[in-house]
């Protein structure tokens, strides 16, 4: 019985190593093999997002839209945040980095400006939302000594009075989920399926401020079923195994992180609970949750008789 769970036991661990980002680690003859694939591996492996099955308007008994925040400050959500450092490797890249890299290489497009997916984001607004360049006084002195020179674009300012301010990946606070939980009829349970992600930054102009005076913002919204396959290349750390690394993708479909919700669809115009709940934080938490036992109870109550 032993020989035949150890059988068990070898054959799992070689699946487990095929599906690795660094599958060529034992193989590679120098670093930048690391990760690479043949061709003939590639043609073999099908290494896409599990597709999401159709689902009719008449199997949705129960459909409600929730608006949650991850908070980064949770140790369950680690995966999102860390590493902050990009030394470690292409393989080992926070959420944010993941998301900012491919917008910028055109790879992810369906990118908006609030949740309800209306109005498009162009890269050069999230460029200017990303960063900012500011003069030094002694910057500024230098210009006023010849103004019209610096006008006229004969001389410029040296590059040691000009300070430049960016959004990096250690600045993130969290992300604010879009999802729609369901009743599927057909199947019989209680679903979930994420519809946009935002990363919550301070605003550039107040960064180098306290943190009483920063102001958070979601930069853009991300609709998530277009970026899935980007998401599904980008691995998060798993700490329980590093041979197995988790997707974001998955992840995130899987909800493997804690988040507090914060709105609900509603007939006010889909206020914020501390819109209604102002300065009182324990209420708002309470609220939330009654709201998630709200929709965790239909599915409870379609089984009781």
Same mark, same amino acid.
Do not use: C, H, W
């Given at each position: 019985m032993s020989r035949k769970f150890f059988s068990l036991a070898i054959l799992f661990s070689l699946f487990a190593t095929a599906g690795f980002a660094q599958s060529n680690l034992l193989?590679?003859? *120098?670093?930048?093999? +690391?990760g690479k694939k043949t061709a003939a591996q590639d043609s073999l492996d099908n290494d896409n997002p599990l597709p999401y099955g159709y689902v009719g308007d008449r199997d949705i008994l129960l459909g409600r839209k929730v608006w949650e925040v991850i908070d980064l400050n949770q140790r369950i959500n680690y995966p999102m945040y860390f590493p902050v450092d990009q030394n470690i490797g292409p393989d080992r890249r @926070?959420? =944010? !980095?993941?998301?900012?890299?491919? /917008?910028?290489?055109?790879k992810i497009t369906e990118v908006y400006d609030d949740s309800y997916f209306i109005t498009k984001k162009s890269l050069k607004d999230i460029e200017?939302?990303?960063? %900012?360049? !500011? *003069?030094t006084n002694a910057g500024i002195d230098e210009m006023n000594s010849d103004i019209k020179a610096y006008k006229s674009g004969k001389?410029? /300012?040296? &590059? &040691?009075?000009?300070?430049? *301010? !960016?959004i990096k990946a250690i600045d993130v606070s969290g992300y604010e989920v879009l999802g729609y939980w369901y009743f599927d009829k057909r199947?019989? &349970?209680? %679903? =979930?399926? #994420?519809?946009? +992600?935002?990363? /919550?930054? @301070? !605003?550039?102009? *107040? #960064?180098? %401020?306290?943190e009483e005076e920063k102001e958070y913002i979601r930069i853009f919204w991300v609709y998530f079923p277009a970026a899935r396959q980007v998401l599904h290349k980008a691995k998060a750390f798993n700490e329980k195994n590093s041979a197995m690394p988790i997707t974001f993708d998955h992840l995130l479909n899987s909800r493997r992180f804690t988040g507090n919700i914060i709105r609900e669809e509603n007939v006010y115009g889909d206020r914020d609970i501390e819109k209604y709940l102002k300065e009182k934080s324990q209420m708002q938490l309470l609220e939330a949750e009654r709201i998630k036992e709200k929709i965790r109870n239909f599915e409870q109550d379609m089984w009781n008789y």
């Open positions: 193989n590679a003859k *120098t670093p930048s093999e +690391i @926070p959420l =944010y !980095d993941v998301l900012v890299s491919a /917008i910028r290489e055109g200017s939302s990303l960063a %900012k360049i !500011d *003069t001389k410029k /300012i040296s &590059e &040691e009075f000009v300070v430049r *301010t !960016d199947q019989g &349970e209680l %679903k =979930y399926r #994420m519809l946009g +992600i935002a990363p /919550i930054v @301070p !605003d550039v102009f *107040t #960064m180098g %401020k306290s």
